[in-house]
């Protein structure tokens, strides 16, 4: 037997959650606050999206399908050192859009370690891929720079959620780009 159908966009109400979460954190998140922001009942809620741990897990999900998006059209860049540079333009311009919240959720929710290990695994492809192609030195140790460069994001999400401004995120990242070796298809072309 079908139920009544819904009498919500469940599109609109998941992007509201996924704001929700990214600005208060899923701790900091109630199922009032959820059901206020999104514009439905609580048993809305249940029906549509099952408890809070299942919006949460879709929310964070779809969130992470965005960013990737961006990762992934940063790493079709010729070198993986233009790639690295578009990587932290897009994150200083992200955390900054005064048309979502400051910051990143990926980057400062102590539940989406994973996808903070996707994201460090997908930026060691791109700068492994860098390597194999001469852009970056044969000996450069990837993962260490992978890391570092997650590390760098978290920062100036950090940095963006305490007030930081756009030139003040774009700063850190030019600074970051100092760490970056030079391979023998940019030595030249440094920020």
Do not use: N
């Not at 741990?53 to 992470?64: D, T």
């Not at 860098?130 to 890391?147: I, N, W």
């Amino acid at each position: 037997m079908a139920g009544r159908p819904r009498s919500f966009d469940r599109d609109a109400a998941l992007a509201a959650a996924v704001e929700q979460f990214w600005r208060q954190g899923y701790e900091g998140t109630s199922i009032a606050t959820l059901t206020s922001v999104m514009g439905v009942s609580p048993p809305s809620l249940y029906a549509a999206f099952g408890d809070k741990q299942h919006l949460f897990e879709e929310a964070s999900a779809e969130y992470f399908r965005r960013t990737c998006e961006g990762l992934d059209q940063a790493a079709a860049l010729p070198t993986a050192r233009e790639a690295v540079v578009r990587v932290l333009e897009d994150t200083a311009r992200a955390h900054t859009d005064a048309s979502t919240p400051p910051g990143c959720m990926m980057l400062t929710e102590p539940l989406l370690t994973a996808q903070r290990e996707e994201l460090q695994q997908r930026l060691l492809d791109r700068l492994d891929r860098g390597v194999e192609d001469g852009d970056l030195p044969a000996g450069t140790r990837t993962d260490r720079l992978a890391s570092y460069l997650v590390t760098v994001l978290r920062g100036m999400s950090g940095r963006a959620r305490d007030g930081g401004t756009l030139e003040d995120l774009r700063q850190i990242a030019e600074i970051a780009m100092t760490a970056f070796p030079a391979g023998m298809k940019d030595a030249g072309d440094r920020p």
